[in-house]
């Protein structure tokens, strides 16, 4: 049987295929797929194929490799050949698509043996009675209500306890080597740092003295050779003493020829002030190569060195300003640290406030002259204190100790302390003092206690028994919601407990 073979491509489609079928003039189409390439792998484009190789009264066939495909046409009742002349050789089975398109037509020709118009009609349904009716409505509206009457109402239920006032005394040990609250009253130190930079100036009360004019006087030179000697300007002198004070000669001169020989000359002191004023014949050193073949001597004491006395800062004055600029930072920092605590801190006597200081300079600088001594000084200023959030912590301590296991119950805003004492000192380093804590305490009744009390009872019923059954000083408030209902919730969830001291 003729067979027609069409090659496809990789970008082959069903409209491109059919194209390529409207050519063919064969009974057997056989579609070869390539050996690249992905194409027809969807088992409804193969069954479009297939259907319009039948309409045009061919039987398609495929040549593939491919598992998907093969599996797709199975399932389509297409065959699939592995090479073409397997395919021309072998007769070709028939689809079942094309056994049920047989059958079909051969149903469709067949006379019927009944008419669409004489069908018989479906047995039709009795109708319900009128009092059957009202009977499922009246169940219906029934269960609804009774679903609201479980859902709808809910009830606040307020219990008003007693309440009794509790105090107790903890003495209080605040320890800087303590880093915990301890029950038995130990709590730590905590410290506040503050940086500040200031200066204040005061009057100089010293004087220094300086150098204003030069001493003067005479000295005899005696010859103590044969030979005569000059003595040039400038020779340097000087005084026999440890601390030696120089004079200079103002004019040259020379000893006469002969031992014994004497010449006065001019002087003056080297460095200006009242230093140079020395006594007689204390002139005795010739600083100079023939300072050994003469002597020298002063036989008059100089005069007229004098000395010109300046205000200058001394050390009191440095004293007092350190001081003092202690005291007005200290004043401040003291401020700055009351405005960081809370009003239940505590701070600690102001004696135990340090300070560090970090940078500090004073103008004029020591040794100068000035009018005014200036300090300016960066220092940081270290507080200790305690905590009122540590005393409250270790109040709530103390008082929670009380209730273990018990029903009685602390309000913890009720608690208020009282500091009964001053913080001294109980050692070098640790204060002391009593605290004194008040607090309120309740009875708490566990929730499922009273809503089983009151579970789907009457408002005044479920007050009176609540009453009783808790022993309560104050009757209970229940407020029911909707207004107008007369009975507490079924169901425990609708049910809301507020318990209030009274």
């Known amino acids: 049987m003729k067979t027609q073979i069409i090659q496809l491509e990789s970008h082959d ?7 390529k079928m409207d050519w063919s003039q064969t009974s057997r189409v056989l579609l070869v797929w390539p050996e690249r390439g992905k194409v027809f792998r969807n088992r409804i484009d193969l069954v479009l194929l297939e259907r319009y190789c039948s309409a045009h009264g061919s039987q398609l066939a495929l040549l593939t490799k491919d598992l998907v495909v093969k ?7 297409i065959p699939v050949f592995h090479s073409r002349k397997t395919a021309q050789l072998q007769p070709w089975r028939k689809s079942f698509r094309e056994f049920r398109r047989r059958d079909l037509e051969q149903q469709a020709a067949e006379p019927r043996g009944f008419d669409f118009f004489d069908r018989e009609k479906e047995p039709r349904r009795k109708d319900i009675p009128i009092w059957g009716r009202i009977a499922i409505f009246t169940v219906g509206v029934l269960a609804v209500l009774t679903i609201a009457g479980l859902l709808l109402p809910s009830a606040e239920v307020t219990i008003l306890k007693e309440e009794t006032w509790k105090d107790i005394v903890i003495p209080v040990v605040a320890d800087p080597g303590t880093r915990e609250i301890n029950i038995s009253g130990t709590i ?16 100089a009360s010293g004087q220094i003295s300086i150098p204003n004019e030069y001493a003067q006087g005479e000295v005899i030179f005696t010859n103590l050779t044969e030979d005569s000697f000059v003595i040039p300007i400038n020779t340097i002198l000087s005084t026999g003493t440890e601390n030696p004070i120089l004079f200079i000669t103002q004019i040259p001169g020379k000893t006469p020829a002969g031992r014994g020989e004497q010449t006065t000359i001019r002087i003056q002191a080297l460095v200006a002030g009242t230093s140079g004023n ?20 002063n036989p ?3 005069s007229g060195g004098t000395d010109l006395y300046i205000p200058s800062p001394n050390q009191k004055d440095r004293d007092k300003l350190s001081v003092s600029l202690r005291e007005e930072l200290g004043n401040i920092a003291l401020d700055h640290i009351q405005e960081q605590l809370s009003s239940e801190d505590i701070l600690l006597s102001p ?5 560090e200081i970090i940078q500090e300079e004073f103008t004029p600088p020591a040794g100068s002259s000035g009018d005014t001594l200036t300090l300016t000084r960066k220092a940081q200023f270290h507080m200790v204190y305690i905590s009122g959030e540590d005393l409250r912590t270790l109040a709530f301590k103390a008082i929670n100790a009380r209730y273990l296991g018990n029903e009685i119950k602390p309000i913890p805003g009720s608690v208020r302390l009282t500091h009964l004492s001053i913080p001294e000192p109980i050692s070098d380093q640790s204060y002391g003092w009593d605290l004194g804590v008040e607090w309120k305490e309740i009875r708490v009744i566990p929730e499922h206690e ?10 005044a019923d479920a007050e009176t028994l609540l009453q009783e059954s808790l022993d309560l000083k104050y009757p209970p408030v229940i407020k029911l919601s909707p207004g107008w209902w007369y009975r507490l919730p079924a169901l425990p969830f ?9």
Not at 71 to 77: D, P, T
């Open 13 to 19: 489609d069903t409209i491109s295929v059919k194209d």
């Open 494 to 502: 609708r049910i809301n407990i507020i318990q209030e001291g009274g």
């Open 278 to 297: 020395v006594d007689a014949s204390q002139i005795t050193r010739i600083n100079q190569e023939f300072g050994a073949d003469l002597s020298v001597d």
């Open 188 to 203: 730590p130190f905590q410290e506040i740092v503050v940086l500040l930079e200031g200066d204040t100036s005061r009057s």
């Open 351 to 355: 004696d135990l406030i340090q300070e």
């Open 71 to 77: 599996s797709q046409a199975e399932e389509a009742g």
């Open 450 to 459: 009273i809503i089983q009390l009151v579970l789907g009872k009457k408002t």
């Open 300 to 302: 008059e004491p100089t």
